[in-house]
């Protein structure tokens, strides 16, 4: 049996020494190993390669990230995000629909207040109330040719949001009565709504502003009884 230098590969003969006379390096000769070391060293290699193979097949078994990338995966994708968009626009849909139960109150008490403060315009450049028959309250929107009347005070009026009209009365101390009937829709109850009375204080700042309906709206029709005249 000859040797080879496991370095440089020099051949050392038969004889083996402790070191290598071409390159110096020692060397060591492999012991003989008893049948329970190499049994032990079979098992430590069988046990490397299990975990070996166990590893790779973990591997193997991931998904591969490209696969997210496919036109199945994307449709699929893109169905499933307009399902939910779809759903969410339905929920805010109906939500915005729902009723809102303060709203109606707030919008009666809303037009209560520009009624008083008509009312109030209109008592100062006529002189009075208006008398709540035969005409009531449409005497702040149309003409009935009463001195000192240069209205409209309001473009129209409008029944309240439980689709009653605003009652209008003068009492007996010629205070005015202005109110709506609320939801339950009879006067004199404990939902009835009023105006704010200072609304129908309107004081004189905005008179320096105000003039004629006709100069006012230009083009607006304003009803008379007899005629109706367009302003220029």
Same mark, same amino acid.
């Given at each position: 049996?000859?040797?080879?230098?496991?370095?440089?590969? =020099?051949?050392?003969?038969?004889?083996?020494?402790?070191?290598?006379?071409?390159?110096?390096?020692?060397?060591?000769?492999?012991?003989? /190993?008893?049948?329970?070391?190499?049994?032990?060293?079979?098992?430590?290699?069988?046990?490397?390669?299990?975990?070996?193979?166990?590893?790779?097949?973990?591997? /193997?078994?991931?998904?591969?990230?490209?696969?997210?990338?496919?036109?199945?995966?994307?449709?699929?994708?893109?169905?499933?995000?307009?399902?939910?968009?779809?759903?969410?626009?339905?929920?805010?849909?109906?939500?915005?629909?729902?009723?809102?139960?303060?709203?109606?109150?707030? /919008?009666?008490?809303?037009?209560?207040?520009?009624?008083?403060? =008509?009312?109030?315009?209109?008592?100062?450049?006529?002189?009075?109330?208006?008398?709540?028959?035969?005409?009531?309250?449409?005497?702040?929107?149309?003409?009935? /040719?009463?001195?000192? @009347?240069?209205?409209?005070?309001?473009?129209?009026?409008?029944?309240?949001? @439980?689709?009653?009209?605003?009652?209008?009365?003068?009492?007996?101390?010629? $205070?005015?009565?202005?109110?709506?009937?609320?939801?339950?829709?009879? =006067?004199?109850?404990?939902?009835?709504?009023?105006?704010?009375?200072?609304?129908?204080?309107?004081?004189?700042? @905005?008179?320096?502003? @105000?003039?004629?309906? $006709?100069?006012?709206?230009?083009?607006?029709?304003?009803?008379?009884?007899?005629?109706? $005249?367009?302003?220029?």
């Amino acid at each position: 049996m000859r040797y080879r230098c496991p370095y440089c590969h =020099a051949d050392l003969g038969e004889n083996k020494p402790s070191a290598c006379p071409s390159c110096g390096k020692q060397m060591r000769a492999a012991s003989a /190993r008893t049948p329970e070391e190499q049994r032990t060293r079979r098992r430590a290699r069988y046990r490397i390669h299990r975990d070996a193979l166990a590893g790779l097949a973990k591997i /193997r078994a991931a998904p591969d990230p490209r696969a997210l990338y496919g036109p199945r995966v994307l449709l699929g994708a893109v169905i499933v995000l307009a399902c939910l968009g779809s759903l969410l626009i339905g929920l805010t849909d109906r939500r915005s629909r729902a009723p809102d139960p303060g709203i109606p109150h707030r /919008r009666a008490l809303r037009e209560l207040d520009v009624l008083a403060t =008509a009312l109030g315009r209109y008592r100062f450049h006529v002189g009075r109330w208006p008398l709540p028959q035969p005409h009531g309250l449409l005497r702040l929107c149309n003409d009935y /040719r009463e001195r000192g @009347w240069i209205g409209p005070y309001i473009s129209h009026l409008r029944a309240d949001p @439980w689709q009653n009209p605003y009652r209008y009365g003068l009492n007996d101390d010629g $205070t005015v009565a202005l109110f709506s009937m609320g939801p339950d829709g009879i =006067a004199n109850t404990a939902d009835d709504l009023r105006p704010d009375p200072a609304a129908f204080d309107v004081g004189t700042e @905005w008179t320096n502003g @105000w003039v004629r309906a $006709t100069d006012r709206l230009p083009g607006v029709r304003i009803y008379t009884p007899d005629r109706a $005249t367009t302003s220029p």
